[in-house]
């Protein structure tokens, strides 16, 4: 949200759009032809009353949006694919109970910084949100599997975490460091969270795309 009524994307694909729209990781997405993953688009959309819409009420509204203009239809079929699964790590968890006042919009925003020998290294604030928030954002748009939050934690947090990525996260588009000057993602979660990140595989309720249109350009 740029402001209280204007929600706003910039070249995104409609695999990422559906990813994000469904909270899925883009691995449990297919059936959709080859333009979805190549083909960009631009949204810029008014949302009605004085109250910004929450993350939730966004992508109700995205979802409406993919229905109205890409004619997207789906169904949904359980698989079993590889997952990333959150856990508390040995020590217990290192999270500040957030002390936002109640109907605060909770805020996770990767920020990526330029190293000075090459390569980046990204810094997520995050405030007033649930780890459940966090693992659909970082399967939306960081690591390439879904996230499964096995925590069993359920109150809002304040944490900064800072890493630096590899090849696997944000689709391999950034470029790799040369001599890192962050612990990789894995080593930050422990260090910084208290939290394990773990690969293993899992069941997920997948989208299979049954039909779906590019939109006119009017």
Request: aromatic residues 8%; glycine residues 6%; proline residues 8%.
């Amino acid at each position: 949200m740029q402001s209280v009524n204007r929600f706003y994307a910039k070249g995104f694909t409609l695999n990422a759009l559906v990813a994000a729209g469904y909270s899925l990781s883009p691995r449990a997405i297919s059936g959709a032809p080859a333009w979805s993953d190549s083909d960009r688009y631009d949204i810029l959309a008014s949302t009605p009353g004085d109250v910004q819409p929450n993350l939730d009420e966004q992508m109700a509204m995205l979802r409406r949006l993919l229905t109205d203009r890409f004619q997207l239809a789906f169904h949904r079929e359980p698989k079993e694919l590889p997952i990333y699964a959150i856990t508390i790590a040995k020590g217990g968890p290192k999270l500040k109970e957030s002390t936002a006042p109640p109907g605060t919009l909770p805020e996770l925003i990767n920020t990526i910084y330029p190293e000075e020998k090459g390569g980046v290294h990204v810094l997520l604030p995050a405030r007033n949100a649930t780890i459940l928030q966090f693992a659909a954002m970082m399967q939306r748009t960081v690591l390439d599997r879904a996230v499964v939050d096995q925590t069993g934690l359920s109150g809002t947090y304040d944490f900064d975490l800072e890493w630096t990525p590899d090849e696997s996260q944000f689709g391999g588009n950034l470029p790799r460091s040369v001599e890192s000057t962050k612990p990789t993602l894995f080593t930050a979660m422990q260090e910084q969270l208290g939290l394990k990140l773990e690969a293993t595989r899992g069941p997920v309720q997948a989208l299979v795309i049954d039909r779906v249109e590019r939109p006119s350009e009017n």
